[in-house]
């Protein structure tokens, strides 16, 4: 009941929903840093959305199954093979136990989520399985995962069947990195002159190399705060834009510190983090300042919309067509087995070998 | 507790400001500066959520003088919610200071105290004089944050304020006591940080896998004892081995 990793990409974590109610302690809550995308992965694995799976940065990795299980890959396209059979990503796959799963290169995207049948069940910490890497919490001892970790795997709950989005896709929501970033003015946003705000809106940023979990820090021009870059600590969250006295702003992430001393200019919507996450690092970044009325009913309907989504997958006619699985979608009886009419891949290999 | 601090007649002086973090957050501030009353009201509030919770509101943050508190907008909406938060606000009273005291030990200046020197030299004394100052003051717990058991102290004494760095330094071990702005700190788990660091300390402050995860609550005094080197390595050798748990001094 296992998940062996045989190499790992550079960043592959254990997440969930992250941690709740510690936050007055100074525990943050960690998570993925693309939700939807994970929430994605789980259902197409027949999981609940609590369930913990794995998130990776650029570079997934490859697996050895311990037993049959269902998975899939999220957040961006991505090349992912069964042995040596190439498999769409955005839908989940059967692997019988013993064979391995590797899983590439993300195309257009930065953080990419594997989810797995029953979920990864390493211990809870302080109320979750997420992975805060700076402070050492949750997933396995704390740590990114490399060669040679073995994961533990839930049971699953009932026999998943391979499934897909109604509308095929590796995602909930578009990347789209030339549309703006939305944004709400607060908490600090008085500690800068109306200039300086008229920059943020006007002034294209650029998403710099100095990205992780915890924050991402952004070049253009200097936001110089008039009240000055020192604040009494107070609360942040995720999305904030907090500005030190060099000026350049950074946006708090999934893994973001609970509390800080510089002041926040604004706030990024909770519908647009995820995106901003996934924005490939040089790519420019323009925002659009919108109202927290606005904020709060497009986070509504965002979340209406993800819900919508997730509740209609519809079964994956490009999955292994199994006698198992066909028996599952009710579309066969046992007159025949497929794999004597099919093979057991319906994509060949000669397909595999481009 | 010192009569100085006892809140004022609430209500009159000053209504809370309500700050905006994007469509899931909100900010009630009670006061700019550090201030005992502010930071009793901001506990007090948190205390009020915690008995009688408004639904939509998932998780409150109390910090020195203002409540972070975290919504889901498709049960609360932001407005609504400052409004009732308003009502409750009207009806608080001040929190009861039930306080721990605490002797701290510190190994001033060395590896991780990297600062002392240079920081003495900034404010025109010396580093024994600074440590010194350091530690003759009482300070308060005011919050935990910033990282999981990250004690905030408030009493600083003025002459020690020091902006913090303007570009974070990568690493700073568990167990550093720093100074930031007017504040001061114990670092509770490695970690970048722009603050600058006079001494550490041997306690753990924070442990995961303990019962009670986090030593320090807001509301807890505190002193910073200075020891030498090799008092904190024997301290940490017995906390280390499980011989040694930091107490707080007799029940107040």
Known sequence: MTLEILSAGPVLTVQDHGRRGLKHLGVPAAGAMDRPSMDLANALCSNPPTAAALEFAAV????????????????????????????????????????????????????????????????????????????????????????????????????????????????????????????VLGPQDDYFAPDVIALLENAPFRVTSQRDRMGTVLDGPALAAVR??????????????????????????????????????????????????????????????????????????????????????????????????????????????????????????????? | MNACEQPTVDGTASSPLFLTLGDSALCVQFGEMIDPVANRRVIALAQNLLDRPIDGVLETVPTYRSLLVTYDPTQVRGALLEGLLSERITTLGAQEDVSRHWRVPVVYGGKVGMDLEALAAEK????????????????????IGFAPGFAYLGGLPEALHTPRLPKPRHLIPAGAVGIGGQQGSINSVAGPSGWRYVGWTPWRTFDPASANPVLFAAGDRLRFVPVSAERGNEIAAAIGAGELSPQPEGAQ
Not at chain 1, 130 to 137: D, N, V
Not at chain 1, 329 to 342: F, K, R, S, T, Y
Not at chain 2, 124 to 139: F, G, I, Q, R
Request: aromatic share 4%; glycine share 10%.
């Open chain 1, 228 to 354: 000055g870059h020192d604040i009494v600590s107070d609360g942040i969250v995720p999305g904030a834009i907090q500005v030190a006295a060099s000026g350049q702003p950074m946006i708090l992430m999934a893994d973001a510190q609970t509390t800080g001393g510089y002041p926040k200019i604004a706030t990024v919507i909770t519908a647009d983090l995820p995106r901003l996450a996934q924005f490939p690092t040089g790519s420019e970044v323009h925002f659009e300042i919108i109202s927290r009325d606005d904020a709060e009913n497009i986070q509504i309907k965002d979340k209406e919309r993800q819900e919508e989504i997730l509740n209609a997958l519809v079964p994956a006619t490009g999955a292994l067509l199994t006698s198992e699985f066909l028996l599952s979608c009710n579309l066969v009886g046992d007159v025949a087995h497929p794999e004597a009419v099919m093979g057991r891949d319906h994509e060949a290999p000669s397909k595999s070998r481009k």
């Open chain 2, 124 to 143: 025109e004394m010396t580093p024994d004089a600074l440590v010194e100052l350091h530690s003759s003051a009482e300070y308060r717990v005011y919050m």
């Open chain 1, 60 to 183: 997934g990795g490859q697996f050895r199954a311990g037993r049959d299980l269902c998975f899939a890959v999220t957040g961006g396209d991505c090349e992912i093979r069964i042995d040596d059979r190439v498999v769409p990503v955005g839908q989940s796959h059967k692997v019988e136990a013993g064979e391995i799963i590797k899983i590439g290169a993300l195309g257009n995207a930065i953080w990419g989520y594997i989810a797995i049948s029953g979920g990864i069940e390493v211990p809870e910490v302080l109320g979750s399985r997420a992975t805060h890497l700076r402070f050492g919490l949750g997933g396995l001892e704390g740590r990114a995962l490399r060669a040679g970790d073995v994961l533990p795997l839930g049971a699953e709950k009932e026999k998943p069947i391979c499934l897909r989005p109604r509308t095929p896709a590796t995602r909930l929501t578009p990347i789209a990195a030339d549309r703006p970033i939305r944004l």
